[in-house]
């Protein structure tokens, strides 16, 4: 590959030769994986701090329960729907742009929630983080591909799946600090400094490599289709367990998303320089990559979902305390990924994916083994086995979709693997959601029966099953402490029974996810994303 380095700093990658990176620092490789990795902490530090900081920003606010999800709801809903096109922006008018404006709106994003009074300017920002969060996420991994050698490529995959876990792991701790002892509007302002810290640096490091084939138009019409098509099926997805999966208006939605992903692909494969083109799945690697990240996503979002509410609700743990005790979990993300890193640039993706998702699958089936009374040292064998399991297909998934696109494309493929992520993990919420709720609703009463209890009538029966659901116990104020005791195991063994039905879901469903992983392969045209004569 080729290239020619502009006046504007622009560096045109053609199709003879590795190019220069640039003259000094400027577009140096592991300067510019330290500079992706800062904005990448910072959106993902986010999506774990939120969810502590939800609580308070209720109780200050005044804010009603639909309000609050919707400040999750909003955001997820904004970042789903943007990835795709997020990442040809990127193609279309390079990467180091749309990460820079990613980061600066992230951060000014996060500074108007701080500053908020009210809880419909929270959710409007938050929807806005979702946004520049899509330019930001896509934007990294492209300007990694175009950055890297091939034979490093895997190892910066490595580090910022590290940087991921290790920020995903802080989430929870820093925002519970935060919480505790500050305020919840600090848990936003903490990334203004690291956005400008960001910002700062990017603007200094990153040089803006460009394919000499990048698209030269853009598909309005396919944006529309395609962010139709997502957002109906994750709204779908996060309203079932609300509505009801044969509601009318699920039922509504889901359809919508079928109707708009089939004029998608029916106008994508007519138009001239389509969002995605359809020929990229023409590869199997890529295919079964994405494929891989949805079961993966699945299992790991899914059956991670019930794991806060089994340490806070049933052990009493504070948030803190929770965080503190999934750090196996990330810990082992946080190690395991440049190792897998390493595995993988020796002897491709295929081994470290399947054993990946075999060790997720028997981490599922072992947590689905977990009781009220399980120990922590106990727990955190699985965790740890969990996160062993997860680092390789996070790095190895990535590269096997990234580096199966051509390079023109490298800002689709990144949009392409977030997506199929958020995707997953909304599908596997929704889902495992709906069997904790059936083994709830099938095995409550009897239960409450079985011990003896006092009937309930059937609102006070829906209303305690909704809580059981979370961990919850339904104990009403100044009963005896014997009766108090009674109804909290009966709560917390029918929240641990549907706990273990979900997580037997997402080891079958990680069982399936380590048969796809045996059809990846090395991606082909890694070699053309050598951006830089020196590494």
């Known amino acids: 590959m080729t290239s020619q380095i502009t006046a504007n700093g622009r560096v045109n ?33 986010d999506g774990t701090i939120v969810a502590v900081a939800n609580p308070a920003i209720q109780k200050d606010l005044g804010a009603t ?44 994003s996060s500074a108007v929630i701080g500053l908020s009074s009210g809880v419909e300017l929270v959710i409007g920002a938050r929807v806005a983080q979702g946004l520049f969060g899509a330019l930001l996420m896509p934007a990294a991994l492209g300007l990694l591909r175009a950055t890297f050698p091939a034979e490093k490529l895997n190892m910066a995959i490595g580090i910022w799946g590290m940087v991921i876990g ?10 519970g600090l935060l919480v505790e002892h500050v305020s919840w509007q600090s848990v936003f302002f903490v990334n203004v400094p690291v956005g ?58 889901l359809g919508a998303s079928v109707v ?13 320089e389509p969002l995605i083109p359809l020929g990229m799945f023409r590869s199997l690697p890529l295919s079964a990559g994405t494929v891989l990240m949805v079961l993966m996503a699945f299992a790991f979002m899914g059956g991670l979902f019930f794991v806060t509410f089994y340490l806070q609700n049933v052990h009493g743990m504070r948030p803190v305390d929770s965080g503190l005790h999934l750090l196996p979990l990330t810990g082992m993300m946080i190690i395991g990924s440049p190792l897998a ?49 997860l680092a390789p297909v996070m790095v190895g998934a990535t ?18 693997q977030q997506a199929a992520m958020q995707v997953g993990g909304s599908l596997g919420t929704a889902v495992l959601g709906a069997v904790m709720a059936g083994t709830v609703r099938d095995s409550f009463g ?34 005896p402490e014997q009766v108090k005791q009674a109804i909290t195991t009966v709560a917390h063994d029918t929240f641990v029974s549907g706990m273990s039905a979900a997580f037997t879901v997402a080891g079958v469903v990680a069982v399936l996810a380590a048969v796809v992983a045996g059809f990846t392969k090395r991606g082909a045209n890694a070699a053309a994303g050598a951006g830089a004569a020196h590494v």
Not at 33 to 40: D, E, Q, S, T
Not at 222 to 241: C, D, E, H, R, T
Not at 260 to 272: D, K, N, P, Q, Y
Request: charged share 10%; aromatic share 8%; hydrophobic share 55%.
């Open 65 to 108: 329960l639909a309000e609050v999800q919707w400040i999750t709801n909003g955001y997820l809903l904004a970042l789903a729907v943007s990835l795709i096109t997020a990442g040809k922006l990127g193609d279309r008018f390079g990467h180091r742009q749309t990460f820079l404006i990613g980061i600066a709106g992230f951060a000014l």
């Open 446 to 479: 009897d239960n409450w029966r079985a011990a003896g209890l006092p009937p309930l009538g059937p609102e006070q029966l829906d209303l305690a099953e909704k809580g059981v659901q979370v961990g919850i116990a339904p104990v009403p104020p100044g009963v």
């Open 399 to 416: 590269e096997v979709i990234v580096g199966n696109a051509p390079l023109e494309l490298s800002g689709v493929a990144g949009g392409l």
């Open 196 to 253: 400008v810290v960001a910002l700062g640096f990017g603007l200094f490091i990153l040089l803006d490599h460009r394919a000499e084939n990048a698209p030269r138009s853009f598909d309005l019409l396919g944006v529309l289709l395609l962010s139709g098509a997502m957002f109906s099926l994750i709204w779908a997805l996060i309203k079932a367990a609300e509505w009801g999966w044969g509601d009318t208006k699920t039922l509504v939605f």
């Open 13 to 45: 990658l053609e199709k003879s030769g590795p190019a220069p990176s640039g003259s000094g620092l400027r577009g140096h490789p592991w300067l510019t994986l330290f500079a992706v990795a800062i904005g990448v902490m910072m959106v993902t530090l």
């Open 341 to 389: 890193g390493a595995a993988i640039t020796k002897i491709g993706p295929r081994v470290p994916l399947v054993a990946g998702m075999v060790a997720t699958a028997v981490a599922c089936f072992g947590m689905a083994r977990l009781t009220p009374g399980t120990g922590t040292l106990v727990m955190s064998l699985w965790f740890a086995l969990l996160g062993l399991g």
């Open 166 to 175: 290790a920020s995903t792991a802080a989430g929870p701790i820093v925002g």
């Open 260 to 272: 708009c992903f089939g004029l998608f692909t029916l106008w994508e494969s007519r138009v001239a």
